[in-house]
């Protein structure tokens, strides 16, 4: 299916104030999007230069008001501003989500008092024992 179609059969099942969102990976694509309804055009795993791209695509065509455009997919603090200059509404990053550090943490139950059946919880560090 093209993405014209996808989109048409997308907003014929959905309700008139659900956003619907297309992913894609070429401005020509995005474009596609937008001249079907798209709401919101994610451009995922490009280079920011492909972003720049298909915005200016959009404004060329008279849809850069009516979508609003994702860049997504690799992006990293080092280079978070240079997506940022390409004229996209939001840029979103995993990258805190997929580079964080876990917490090793566990979740220990101990009596406090013996023989009155009082328990205490408490976090401690490390593997649960």
Same mark, same amino acid.
């Given at each position: 299916?093209?993405?014209?179609? /996808? &989109?048409?059969?997308? #907003? ?5 104030? #659900?956003?619907?969102?297309?992913? &894609?990976?070429?401005? %020509?694509?995005? $474009?596609?999007? /937008? ?11 490009? =280079? =920011?230069? @492909?972003?720049?791209? /298909?915005?200016? @695509?959009?404004? +060329? ?8 455009? %994702? /860049?997504? *997919?690799?992006?990293? =603090?080092?280079?978070? %501003? @240079?997506?940022? !200059?390409? !004229? ?23 009596? &406090? $008092?013996?023989?009155?059946?009082? #328990?205490?919880? !408490?976090? +401690?560090? *490390? #593997? =649960?024992?």
């Amino acid at each position: 299916d093209s993405v014209e179609e /996808a &989109v048409r059969r997308v #907003k014929e099942g959905v309700s008139f104030t #659900k956003k619907v969102e297309v992913e &894609v990976s070429r401005a %020509e694509d995005a $474009l596609a999007a /937008a001249r079907a309804g798209a709401d919101v055009v994610m451009l995922d795993n490009v =280079p =920011p230069s @492909e972003v720049r791209r /298909a915005v200016e @695509e959009l404004r +060329k065509a008279g849809l850069r008001d009516r979508v609003i455009v %994702e /860049a997504s *997919g690799g992006i990293t =603090p080092e280079n978070l %501003e @240079e997506y940022a !200059g390409t !004229g996209a509404d939001v840029v979103s990053s995993s990258y805190m989500t997929f580079r964080s550090l876990a917490v090793d943490m566990s979740l220990e139950i101990r009596e &406090v $008092l013996r023989g009155r059946g009082r #328990k205490s919880v !408490g976090l +401690k560090r *490390g #593997k =649960p024992s």
